[in-house]
Nanobody, 114 residues
Framework: QVQLLESGGGLVQPGGSLTLHCTPSERIFRPYTMGWYRQAPGKQRELVATIDSIDITNYADSVKGRFTISRQDANVVLRMNRLKPEDTATYYC??????????WGQGTQVTVSS
């Protein structure tokens, strides 16, 4: 099984920036989609941004223009700018290989507060 190492969460003021990193424990050779999802208290887990192995990206409407997802191989970076309090959530990295093989990170907390 592939393990996903997440880093970069923390506490930031509104308008600030934070960068999340997700690194698989091994090289990924098959087609894949990687990205970040988030879950706030009392809410469903939702897609934030994804990128696949042919560089197609997808963003939630709420983060378009503020967040940027990029990759080097399957090492994924989510740059979050102009953060808002409503971005506060636990952020989870996800790796999808094909349609049935899924890996999740353990989650990293992002808190946007004054």
């Amino acid at each position: 099984q592939v393990q996903l190492l997440e880093s970069g969460g923390g506490l930031v003021q509104p308008g600030g920036s934070l960068t999340l990193h997700c690194t698989p424990s091994e090289r990924i050779f098959r087609p894949y989609t990687m990205g970040w999802y988030r879950q706030a208290p009392g809410k469903q887990r939702e897609l934030v941004a994804t990128i696949d192995s042919i560089d197609i990206t997808n963003y939630a409407d709420s983060v378009k223009g503020r967040f940027t997802i990029s990759r080097q191989d399957a090492n994924v970076v989510l740059r979050m700018n102009r953060l808002k309090p409503e971005d506060t959530a636990t952020y989870y990295c996800k790796l999808q290989q094909g349609h049935t093989l899924t890996s999740w990170g353990q989650g990293t907390q992002v808190t946007v507060s004054s």
